[in-house]
C-alpha cells in the first residue's frame, strides 16, 4: 500500500499532533482510493483532528470517543472511501506499542463494522520530524506493513520502508551527485511522459539513464519524417514503416538495457480509462504534449490523485522570413492545491472547448467555427530548444525529491526559458482558486470531474 498526502495536510497533522505538550494526540483522515495491478492506494481527501479537550492524553496513549468519528464514518460508507488514523509518537522510528495494538484492533473492528467494505484501511504514526510509518488494518484485523507514505507539495517527501537495491555501475556517478538515497528512490519511481516526441524524447533519454525504475510511456502518434529532427533514436525506417513512437522508445530503451522497466500505450490519455489508471498509480508524472486537452486531464489527475506533475510547453514565432521572433519554453511545476494550467493562463476554457469539439465531433466543431478564435497553431520545434526545456524539467524533478537550490522550492514553480533574450526566470504561483480542483483533492477514482470519450462515445 502507498499512502499520500498534500503538503499543506501534512503541515496541519504535524501542528495537532505535535503541539509542544509532551502528550498524544490523535487525527483521522478520509481517503480517496485507487487500486492498479494489485497495488492499493489511499489518497488523504480530509482531515479531522480530534480536539484535545474530547481526548484523554498521556505521554505513552491518547483515548476518544467514537462518537466524534461517526460523521466521518457515515461519509466514508456513503462514498467507499478510506479511513487512517494518525497518532503521535515522541521517540523517532519507534514502533508501534502493544497499546496500539489494542487500539488499533478496537477501532477499526468499528470501522469494519460501519463500512460494509472489505477493502483496507490504515493506522500511521507521525514522529517529531514529521517524518511517518504505517501499517495496513486487513478486515480481519491483521496488520501489514504500508510499503510507501509520501508528502506532495513543493517538495516531494517519500518515506519508504523497502530494502535498498544495489547501485549499478551505470549510475555510480549519479550517485556522486545526488547521493544513494537519491539513486535509490529514483530506482523505485514510477514516472508517467504524456508526448513521446519534441520535449517528451530528450527527457525519456534522461530519465532512464538516471536509474528511474519504471516509465510509463503515453503516445498515439506514428513517427513521421518530421520528427526524425527530434525524436533521440528515431530512423528514417521508422517513419517509412509508420511505427508508433512509444514502440521506437521502448524498444531503444531495452536495447540499452540497464534497468528500466517501460510501460507502453499508443493511446490517447483523454480516451483511455487503462492510461489514466496506471498514470493514477504514478509518483510523477510529465506533460510534453501539445495538447490542450491532454493538459487539462493530467492536471484533474494530478490533483485527484495526489501525484506531481510537471507540464512542459515550447514555442517558437517564425517570422516568414526564415528566422524567429522569439523561442520561449515554459516549465510549470503542479500539485493538489497549487494553481492549476487554466489559472497560470497555460490555457483557455474556450481553447478547451474548441479542441475537446473538434476531436469528439468534427462536422459540430466545423459548423460552430464562427465561435472560436485564437487556435492554436503548430510552431517550429528544434531538438537543442526542446532538449533545454525538459533538462530543466529533470533538474526541477530532482530538486523536488532531493532539493539542492539555494532557495525554497516554492520559488520555482514556474520557470520561464526565453532564448532571444538569454535569459531564465523562475516564480512562484499562489494556491488553487478553483472550487472543483480544491474540493476533489485526494479524491482518488470518485471522478465526478471528468469523462472520456472517443469520438462521438462516452466509455
Not at 128 to 150: E, H, Y
Not at 389 to 404: E, K
Request: glycine content about 6%; some cysteine.
Amino acid at each position: 500500500m502507498h499512502i499520500k498526502i498534500s503538503e499543506k495536510m501534512h503541515h496541519e497533522l504535524k501542528n495537532h499532533l505535535h503541539c509542544g505538550d509532551g502528550l498524544e494526540a490523535i487525527a483521522f483522515a478520509l481517503c480517496g482510493r485507487h487500486s492498479f495491478q494489485g497495488k492499493e492506494f489511499l489518497l488523504v481527501h480530509k482531515i479531522l483532528p480530534i480536539s484535545y479537550d474530547r481526548c484523554i492524553r498521556e505521554e505513552d496513549r491518547v483515548s476518544w470517543k467514537t462518537i466524534d468519528l461517526e460523521p466521518f464514518l457515515e461519509e466514508a460508507a456513503e462514498k467507499n472511501l478510506g479511513i487512517v488514523k494518525f497518532h503521535s509518537h515522541f521517540v523517532q522510528d519507534s514502533e508501534f506499542s502493544k497499546l496500539d495494538d489494542n487500539s488499533d484492533t478496537s477501532v477499526f473492528d468499528t470501522i469494519y463494522s460501519w463500512i460494509n467494505e472489505n477493502k483496507p484501511h490504515a493506522s500511521v504514526v507521525m514522529y517529531p520530524n514529521g517524518s511517518m510509518k504505517g501499517r495496513i488494518i486487513t478486515p480481519n484485523l491483521n496488520f501489514k506493513s504500508v510499503d510507501k507514505i509520501t508528502v506532495v507539495g513543493e517538495t516531494v517527501k517519500s518515506y519508504s520502508y523497502n530494502s535498498q537495491f544495489q547501485i549499478a555501475n551505470s549510475f555510480i556517478r549519479n550517485a556522486q551527485t545526488f547521493g544513494e538515497k537519491t539513486i535509490n528512490q529514483l530506482n523505485s519511481m514510477k514516472v508517467g511522459v504524456i508526448g513521446c516526441s519534441g520535449t517528451g524524447s530528450p527527457l525519456i533519454e534522461q530519465l532512464y539513464r538516471l536509474g528511474v525504475g519504471h516509465l510509463v510511456l503515453v503516445d498515439s502518434d506514428h513517427v513521421g519524417v518530421e520528427n526524425l529532427n527530434r525524436i533521440i533514436s528515431s530512423k528514417k525506417s521508422d517513419a517509412t514503416n509508420k511505427r508508433l513512437k512509444v514502440d521506437v522508445i521502448k524498444d531503444h530503451i531495452q536495447s540499452v538495457d540497464i534497468g528500466t522497466r517501460i510501460t507502453s500505450y499508443p493511446y490517447l490519455l483523454q480516451e483511455s480509462r487503462q492510461v489514466v489508471d496506471d498514470l493514477a498509480s504514478c509518483d510523477f508524472v510529465f506533460g510534453c504534449m501539445d495538447s490542450l486537452e491532454g493538459r487539462h486531464y493530467l492536471n484533474l489527475i494530478s490533483t485527484n490523485y495526489l501525484i506531481p506533475l510537471t507540464d512542459i510547453g515550447v514555442k517558437l514565432m517564425a517570422d516568414g522570413k526564415g528566422g524567429v521572433n522569439s523561442i520561449v519554453g515554459n516549465i510549470h511545476y503542479v500539485y493538489a492545491g497549487s494553481e492549476t494550467l487554466l489559472e497560470r493562463g497555460v490555457y483557455t476554457s474556450n481553447q478547451l472547448a474548441e479542441e475537446s469539439l473538434k476531436r469528439i465531433s468534427p462536422e459540430e466543431h466545423e459548423n460552430r467555427q464562427v465561435y472560436f478564435n485564437n487556435a492554436v497553431v503548430d510552431s517550429p520545434a528544434v531538438i537543442s530548444v526542446n532538449t533545454l526545456c525538459s533538462s530543466l524539467a529533470v533538474n526541477d524533478m530532482l530538486g523536488r525529491i532531493h532539493p539542492y537550490r539555494f532557495q525554497d522550492n516554492n520559488k520555482y514553480s514556474k520557470t520561464v526559458v526565453n532564448l532571444t533574450d538569454w535569459d531564465i526566470n523562475s516564480y512562484s504561483v499562489s494556491e488553487t482558486k478553483e472550487k472543483m480542483h480544491y474540493q476533489n483533492i485526494g479524491i482518488g477514482n470518485i471522478e465526478s470531474n471528468f469523462n472520456l470519450y472517443v469520438t462521438e462515445k462516452n466509455i
